[in-house]
């Protein structure tokens, strides 16, 4: 009974941060774009208040806190100019980190896979094709398909209800507290716990301390077996 308590079925991945290497990139970029709207952001502001939350959201909170206009329309404006940049940037400079595309490998075998990002859906699925693992995800959520981003849990708790109308599932439906969520941010962290899920933070972002929260903390996913940590019941 002890180890059905910690039985993991399927694992949800972050995407920037945690798969790609680019958090610098959308940093940048999210200054080029606020620059040309005439607003600052420096990259203290960034990793404190922004890191993991969807577009849509760091647009709209940063033009509200300086005061500028923030329609519907002009952060769709901002978000596509954003989404432009990138894919010409990215082309160039795309990175997976270490030991992402051996752990999917390992894994896709006995665990269901998602990601869930705050990222725009065709982004995600670029660095997917780019690791060769698109086909090894069975649903993805992106920022097109939440209301509200991280930290609120409404992305994972999607990603479980879309996991649950997959034929895996159909007999025996998953649980948030069989999903293991990894992220490289506190708002991410915050929404996968908020769903009900297990969480291993990877120091990728942030420091270790910053990310004590999480039920594991890693440096890489090199070498990590999700069965090793629900042994030891660290999950």
């Not at 991410?188 to 297990?198: E, S, V």
């Amino acid at each position: 009974m002890e180890k059905r308590k910690h039985l993991i079925r399927a694992i949800l991945f972050d995407c920037n941060g945690v798969i790609a290497d680019d958090e610098p990139i959308h940093l940048e970029l999210f200054q080029k774009v606020l620059k040309e709207e005439g607003i600052p952001l420096t990259k203290k502001d960034y990793f404190e208040k922004y890191l993991a939350m969807d577009d849509r959201s760091c647009f709209q909170d940063a033009l509200k806190l300086h005061e500028q206009r923030a329609s519907k329309s002009r952060i769709q404006e901002l978000i596509a100019r954003k989404a432009s940049y990138y894919k010409k940037t990215i082309k160039n400079r795309l990175r997976i980190f270490p030991g992402v595309v051996s752990f999917v490998n390992k894994h896709r075998k006995n665990y269901m896979l998602a990601v869930v990002s705050g990222a725009l859906k065709n982004e995600i699925k670029l660095i997917l094709q780019s690791a060769k693992i698109l086909k090894d995800f069975s649903v993805i959520i992106s920022a097109e398909d939440v209301k509200k981003g991280k930290p609120n849990p409404e992305c994972y708790l999607k990603a479980l209800k879309k996991l649950n109308k997959t034929p895996f599932f159909k007999n025996h439906p998953l649980k948030s507290s069989e999903c293991c969520a990894i992220e490289d941010s506190i708002h991410g962290i915050k929404a996968a716990q908020k769903a009900g899920m297990k969480c291993i933070a990877i120091t990728n972002s942030y420091f270790k301390k910053e990310l004590k929260n999480a039920e594991v903390v890693l440096d890489s996913l090199k070498g990590v077996e999700i069965q090793n940590l629900t042994q030891c019941s660290l999950l």
